[in-house]
């Protein structure tokens, strides 16, 4: 009698218990489980749970010396520093990158490479956010590939924003998050150069900016983090 009950109150389930086999759910847990289904959507967007201060950020610059073939190259690693929030308007990370290591590069920029990855401070838990290659140079900056925020591709999820992405139509307009790095000269050899790392929307058309506040969402639920490691005993 619940049961039909439960029907009478929400007609969508009348084929879904027809078809069904084995024992229905209670009748109090199979109403609530419907009116939450088709409940209106919280308007207010999420919020997010962490800030920059939740993580330490990393950036490597390595080259390939010895370069044969594109995707064959062997890199050495000429810097790893940690980057701190320069901007907040526009969420901007900053590393002080090594003296003299700029007019290296600037000489010949194709055979290098960048990495940035995040920690989740006080863990080993660890997420890239980009790894790309220098594209162009004006003698002043260095301009590294744009080259969108990795998501992971093996859960629900991630199969979920690839598909999405991967969809010809013209009308799949896109917003994806990107990491845009830049590399701009010291003020002389015996000066410190900056990496600035710069949180943007990437989409087929347009780059637009991102505000603290997607960054962080960005972060939390954008990137493919790696698991806890076990402790060593």
Known sequence: LLHRLVRHACPLLGPTARGATGRPPKPEVLYNSQRRLFAPADAAPP????????YVFALELARAPNATAPGAHVYES????EGALA?????????????????T?????RDWRARVMATRRGTY????LAETT???????????D???????SQDARGRLLTWIRSNPAAENVYNWPLLQLRWERGMGARYA??????????????VNDMNLEQACMALENWVAWSEAPAVVV
């Open 134 to 144: 220098i594209d162009d140079s004006d003698g002043e900056t260095l301009y590294f």
């Open 78 to 81: 000429l810097f790893v520093g």
């Open 87 to 103: 901007s907040s308007e526009v969420p901007r990370l900053e590393f002080v990158v090594s003296p003299g290591l700029f007019d």
């Open 193 to 206: 150069s900056t990496v600035s790392a710069t949180f943007r929307w990437d989409s087929p058309d347009d």
């Open 146 to 152: 744009w080259r969108p925020m990795p998501h992971g």
């Open 125 to 128: 838990v660890r997420a890239q």
């Open 47 to 54: 919020a997010p749970a962490t800030g920059f201060d939740d």
């Open 105 to 109: 590069c600037v000489t010949d920029w």
